[in-house]
């Protein structure tokens, strides 16, 4: 049997160190010697050229001229598998089945990695998506446990944001509902409390509330003075009345609105003849 060369030798956790927690988290590949020149058009030369890295960052896949990254949210699971034959696992390959992607540099074991959602890998545009990766480590039961580690806390984290809310039982609606009108009361009388104090009172009036009397020369036969108006003594500037004309309500004009009849004349000519005359009519 021929021994491995040392550069391509798969590195080993050091001893009480568990699998998903070796630092660095590297997985190297499994670099079998005999098909070193099938890789090498993939450019994969040595252990640099091809590994994983798995940490709270994500996973980082590298093989030769291809890679593929994605945070450990998206990681669904993994599983082992293998062996496989060498048309189908050697080099970047693509399956036409399920679209998965496989990195493979050795026919015996490997590492099924599926993801949430479908990540690029062969693709440089990103345009062709896989939903799982197939990468042929060197310790694949590592990886795996690295992989189901973060899976877990995934699905965990995920039940408890899906979580519905706890709804309130019958004691505590019923609470509710009997501190709704207290705190209702409660409310109004604060803001009842916080309203400034008016007196409120009524007096009669008299002549000191009228206004001062205006001079002469503003005074002409066009102006109606306070003693013209009618109403309580107090006020009797509230209501005008024409001379020689009983005191009446008037209707607002609009369409629709019924004039009033103009108010006929009191002891005499004092209208025009046309005014006398005029009857009660609509929209005139």
Same mark, same amino acid.
């Not at 209501?239 to 004309?245: F, I, L, M, S």
């Given at each position: 049997m $021929?021994?491995?060369?040392?550069s391509?030798?798969?590195h080993?956790?050091?001893?009480?160190v568990p699998?998903?927690?070796a630092?660095p988290?590297?997985?190297?590949?499994?670099?079998?010697p005999?098909?070193?020149?099938?890789?090498l058009?993939?450019?994969?030369?040595?252990?640099?050229?091809?590994?994983?890295?798995l940490d709270?960052?994500?996973?980082?896949?590298?093989?030769?001229?291809?890679?593929?990254?994605?945070p450990?949210?998206?990681?669904a699971g993994?599983?082992?598998? *293998?062996p496989?034959r060498?048309?189908?696992?050697?080099?970047?390959r693509?399956?036409?089945?399920? &679209?998965?992607v $496989?990195f493979? @540099? #050795? #026919?015996?074991?490997?590492?099924?990695?599926?993801?949430r959602?479908p990540?690029?890998?062969?693709?440089?545009?990103?345009?062709?998506?896989?939903?799982g990766?197939?990468v042929?480590?060197?310790?694949?039961?590592?990886l795996?446990a690295?992989?189901?580690?973060?899976?877990t806390?995934?699905r965990? $984290?995920t039940?408890? &944001?899906s979580?519905? #809310?706890p709804q309130p039982?019958?004691?505590?609606?019923?609470?509710?509902?009997? /501190?709704?009108p207290?705190?209702?009361a409660? $409310?109004?009388?604060?803001y009842l409390?916080?309203l400034p104090h008016?007196d &409120?009172?009524?007096?009669t009036?008299?002549?000191?509330?009228l206004?001062?009397?205006?001079p002469?020369?503003f005074?002409d036969a066009?102006l109606?003075?306070?003693g013209?108006g009618s109403?309580s003594?107090?006020?009797?500037?509230l209501?005008?009345?024409?001379p020689?004309?009983?005191?009446r309500r008037r209707?607002?004009?609009?369409?629709?609105? &019924?004039? @009033?009849?103009p108010?006929?004349p009191?002891?005499? *000519?004092?209208?025009?003849?046309?005014a006398?005359a005029?009857r009660?009519?609509?929209? /005139?």
């Amino acid at each position: 049997m $021929t021994s491995r060369p040392a550069s391509i030798r798969a590195h080993r956790v050091p001893a009480g160190v568990p699998d998903f927690a070796a630092s660095p988290r590297r997985h190297p590949f499994d670099l079998d010697p005999r098909f070193g020149a099938v890789l090498l058009p993939f450019g994969v030369c040595d252990p640099t050229d091809a590994h994983v890295d798995l940490d709270d960052d994500g996973l980082r896949v590298r093989f030769g001229h291809f890679s593929l990254v994605t945070p450990v949210r998206n990681l669904a699971g993994a599983q082992v598998t *293998g062996p496989f034959r060498a048309a189908k696992a050697l080099g970047a390959r693509l399956s036409l089945a399920d &679209r998965g992607v $496989t990195f493979g @540099s #050795t #026919t015996e074991r490997g590492a099924c990695i599926r993801f949430r959602r479908p990540v690029p890998a062969l693709d440089p545009l990103g345009a062709l998506r896989h939903p799982g990766v197939t990468v042929t480590v060197a310790e694949p039961e590592r990886l795996v446990a690295a992989v189901e580690h973060y899976a877990t806390q995934t699905r965990l $984290t995920t039940a408890r &944001r899906s979580e519905p #809310t706890p709804q309130p039982g019958p004691v505590a609606r019923a609470g509710a509902v009997l /501190r709704y009108p207290a705190g209702l009361a409660l $409310t109004a009388t604060r803001y009842l409390r916080r309203l400034p104090h008016v007196d &409120r009172a009524e007096d009669t009036g008299d002549a000191s509330d009228l206004p001062p009397a205006l001079p002469e020369e503003f005074v002409d036969a066009h102006l109606k003075t306070v003693g013209e108006g009618s109403g309580s003594p107090a006020a009797p500037h509230l209501h005008r009345r024409c001379p020689g004309q009983r005191p009446r309500r008037r209707r607002a004009d609009g369409p629709g609105v &019924r004039r @009033s009849r103009p108010c006929r004349p009191v002891g005499g *000519g004092d209208l025009p003849q046309e005014a006398r005359a005029a009857r009660r009519g609509r929209g /005139r």
